[in-house]
């Protein structure tokens, strides 16, 4: 008898990234500033941004959650690095042993492809 693959679904409106935007005072509240610390004040006008980008928090729940159950390892340090464990589906697109569990934005990109051009 075969083993059914268990199915797991997020809705796609979560298979992207999202922008994060930080805001940095470098000096904030330092007294004698070095003449370079000035400068940098007066030219970032005290402060400096950061923009990056994450996977959006429901799919991080899913990812987490996956892991927790041993389908998939995930890679910290670097953007789609996690591997899967054993085999399940994902909105009915299956993953197997060692495949590659990408982010969710080039995931959702995969299940577009799938769906409009027939690719797995």
């Not at 679904?9 to 070095?34: Q, R």
């Not at 080039?106 to 799938?114: D, E, Q, S, W």
Request: proline share 4%; charged share 30%.
């Amino acid at each position: 008898m075969k083993k059914e693959i268990p199915k797991f679904e997020i809705d796609e409106e979560y298979l992207n990234s999202i922008t994060v935007h930080k805001v940095f005072i470098p000096y904030d509240g330092k007294m004698n500033l070095t003449s370079d610390e000035l400068l940098e004040v007066l030219r970032y006008d005290g402060h400096q941004t950061s923009i990056s980008s994450k996977d959006h928090p429901k799919f991080t729940e899913l990812r987490e959650e996956l892991e927790r159950l041993g389908y998939i390892k995930i890679e910290r340090a670097w953007w789609n690095g996690d591997s899967v464990l054993k085999p399940f589906k994902l909105n009915d697109l299956p993953f197997k042993k060692h495949d590659q569990f990408s982010c969710a934005a080039a995931l959702g990109i995969r299940l577009t492809l799938r769906k409009t051009k027939n690719v797995s």
